[in-house]
């Protein structure tokens, strides 16, 4: 699976985000698609990702600041809409396609949140 990811880099305290991920190059189709991310000394942990059907679900780390939505019609897209972002949002933010139990990893992109 190839990911093409953007949208990240330097946000301010309180501001918002918008990320991408376009996914293809799967011989079959994608199960859940979505956003993971790892902060400086944390594990790798779920932000939200979207069914096929687009039943969303979230981290515990980010209820109410996040929204994610799939357009999987043309080209299989995850959109992560980040609002109100804190300082310990800072990490690395990695797309992630599940195709029947394979996980596959886009290679992540960085999101500071700095005044």
């Known amino acids: 699976v190839h990911f093409v990811e953007s949208g990240g880099g330097l946000v301010e305290p309180g501001g918002s985000l918008r990320l991408s991920c376009e996914a293809s190059?799967?011989?079959?189709?994608?199960?859940?698609l979505g956003w993971y991310r790892q902060r400086p000394g944390k594990e790798r942990e779920q932000v939200a990702t979207?069914?096929?059907?687009?039943?969303?679900?979230f981290g515990p780390s980010v209820l109410g600041r996040i929204s994610i939505s799939r357009d999987n019609n043309a080209k299989d897209t995850v959109y992560l809409e980040m609002k109100n972002l804190k300082p310990e949002d800072t990490g690395i933010y990695y797309c992630r396609a599940l195709v029947r139990l394979a996980t596959w990893w886009g290679q992540g992109i960085q999101v500071t949140v700095s005044s």
């Open positions: 190059g799967s011989l079959f189709p994608i199960d859940d």
């Open positions: 979207v069914s096929p059907w687009g039943g969303p679900s």
